[in-house]
C-alpha cells in the first residue's frame, strides 16, 4: 500500500465574507499523480497556494508526512 503523503482535512478559507474554500478534505498518496480542475473562480488556486503555505487558511488541517503544517505551535519547532 503506498504511504500516505499530503492529508487535508476540512480546509476553509474565507477573504472577508466570502468563503473560497469550503470544507476540502483529501488525502495524496506517494506515487500519485493529480490534477485540480474546476471553473474559474472556485478556489483551485488558492487550494494549491495553501498547500504550499502561501495563503494561510481560517480552519481545518494540512498534514504532510505527519507534520501538522497548521499547527503553529509545531511550526515553530
Known sequence: MAKLKIDVN???KYYGE???????TTKF???DVVCI???SGSGK???LRSLNLLEEVT???ITV????LTD??????
Do not use: A, C, R, W
Not at 466570502?18 to 476540502?24: A, D, M, P, Q, R
Open 10 to 12: 476540512d480546509l476553509h
Open 18 to 24: 466570502n468563503e473560497v474554500l469550503k470544507g476540502i
Open 29 to 31: 498518496y506517494e506515487g
Open 37 to 39: 480542475i474546476g471553473p
Open 45 to 47: 488556486s488558492t487550494f
Open 59 to 61: 480552519s481545518g488541517s
Open 65 to 68: 508526512d505527519g507534520f501538522d
Open 72 to 77: 503553529k505551535k509545531q511550526m515553530s519547532t
